[in-house]
């Protein structure tokens, strides 16, 4: 059963649009949650990362918000550009499991120019 | 930037064969992980380690074996390689026990086993 799920698995948004990724979880454990992005052929790589003790955290385009009570993230980008094209991991751990992560299936987002 | 290395990015190889797939990290961390990756699907964790001479199997149970001699260095084998294990493998790494903390990706290696 998925702990993580992304239940979009492509997002197609217009060059300075927001993009909106979204992300739940079944895991009431879970403290940590992070976003990753991953370009075809390559490892996923750090976008930005909250803890439940916050809502919200922002860094430059990207705001993550988290919803403790509807166990939900989402991830926020503005202005979309198109070298954001690329798919977007949620993922999640929690003390008891170690700070393993969890992660989600991913989505696909798009950005047309 | 991230320092972790895996080789090789891409491997073609027959049934049968005995297959080491390379992660080298040079950040020091103590905590190094193996994930399998199918289009389209959620990253599965399939070996970690805690550090040296420490290794457990992950959620997803692998055929693979792992190795922790040294703190750096994280190989994966497989002794006989079939085309069910025809994926994409992600290495990464992260500091030590508690706190929160991030895992460093390597480029991952794409098997293709024929």
């Known amino acids: 059963d998925q702990q993580v799920k992304q239940n979009s698995p492509s997002l197609s948004v217009q060059e300075g649009r927001i993009s909106i990724l979204n992300c739940d979880y079944t895991n009431s454990m879970f403290d940590y949650f992070l976003w990753y992005k991953k370009y075809p052929a390559e490892g996923p790589t750090f976008l930005i990362s909250i803890s439940s003790i916050k809502d919200k955290n922002e860094d430059g385009r990207f705001t993550v918000f988290l919803n403790k009570s509807a166990k939900h993230l989402s991830l926020h980008i503005v202005p979309s550009q198109p070298g954001d094209s690329a798919v977007y991991f949620c993922?999640?751990?929690?003390?008891?499991?170690?700070?393993?992560?969890?992660f989600g299936s991913g989505t696909q987002l798009t950005v047309l120019p | 930037e991230a320092d972790i290395y895996q080789t090789p990015r891409y491997l073609v190889i027959g049934t049968g064969k005995k297959i080491t797939l390379e992660c080298s990290q040079t950040m020091g961390h103590d905590k190094m992980y193996w994930y399998q990756q199918d289009p389209g699907m959620e990253l599965h964790l399939i070996h970690y380690?805690?550090?040296?001479?420490?290794?457990e199997k992950g959620d997803l149970s692998s055929e693979s074996t792992v190795s922790r001699i040294r703190t750096e260095h994280f190989p994966l084998t497989l002794e006989s390689a079939r085309p069910s294990h025809t994926s994409q493998y992600l290495c990464?790494?992260?500091?030590?026990?508690?706190?929160?903390?991030?895992?460093?990706f390597g480029q991952g290696t794409r098997l293709t086993v024929v």
């Open positions: 380690s805690y550090g040296v001479n420490s290794t």
């Open positions: 990464a790494s992260s500091e030590g026990i508690g706190g929160h903390t991030e895992a460093f």
């Open positions: 993922a999640a751990s929690s003390s008891g499991s170690a700070r393993q992560l969890t």
